[in-house]
């Protein structure tokens, strides 16, 4: 008898530096997405697949919605963020802690009426009050019928089993898309030059061109060594 299995798609959105890529790592337990301090560090829509007993979860880290600079390559990346918004079985839809503002309203304005939308309030340990912490859930809950609400701190590993237990509520029964053992679905190169990218945004900061795309001539993999 062929064990019942559930897979299903992950959008994670939000405004740039609310910490979507974090996020999507720790639930993965692996570094997937490259992080920094600047905004829409991530350009290309990665997908990071979990495995766990009978449900793989396939989450889809996009780059920050903004609208504050606006010129070609923002636009093609703010266009990324919506057509992540079709096809796929639930939302996360991440903000900061204590912080909403016309950003945050944005990426709220591009959510389907229909979908599964789960409110993630990340860096939720910037509160040392609970109670202020909680008006504050209260306050952005209530612009949206979200689906599921929930304050997490992903750097800490903080309530990610809440969030997962969340999601797959949303996920429709379906044969695994991945091996088990597959953590993404970009290519070791590629992966290279995002961490390549990576170390040049966290060393160089305002030196550096933010726009910077890296390319790997060569790509060599070996059983004890990548170079």
Do not use: W
Request: charged share 25%; hydrophobic share 40%.
């Amino acid at each position: 008898m062929t064990e019942q299995t559930y897979c299903g798609f992950i959008a994670i959105i939000g405004r740039p530096n609310v910490g979507k890529s974090t996020l999507m790592n720790h639930l993965i337990g692996q570094k997937i997405s490259i992080t920094s301090r600047k905004p829409q560090t991530t350009r290309h829509k990665v997908t990071g697949v979990y495995t766990l007993a009978d449900t793989q979860y396939l989450f889809v880290d996009t780059p920050g919605f903004q609208k504050l600079y606006v010129n070609k390559f923002n636009s093609a990346l703010n266009q990324s963020v919506v057509n992540s918004l079709t096809n796929v079985d639930a939302i996360i839809y991440v903000v900061e802690a204590g912080s909403f503002n016309a950003g945050d309203e944005a990426v709220l304005n591009l959510l389907p009426a229909d979908a599964n939308v789960m409110l993630v309030v990340n860096k939720r340990d910037k509160f040392k009050i609970r109670l202020e912490l909680e008006k504050f859930i209260a306050e952005v809950s209530a612009k949206y019928p979200f689906k599921q609400v929930l304050s997490v701190s992903a750097k800490h590993d903080q309530g990610l089993d809440l969030l997962l237990d969340a999601t797959r509520e949303c996920l429709p029964e379906s044969v695994f898309l991945y091996p088990g053992d597959q953590l993404t679905d970009k290519s070791s190169k590629f992966m290279a030059s995002e961490i390549i990218r990576e170390k040049l945004f966290r060393s160089l900061g305002e030196e550096l061109p933010y726009n910077l795309m890296v390319e790997i001539d060569s790509f060599e993999e070996k059983p004890k060594l990548t170079r």
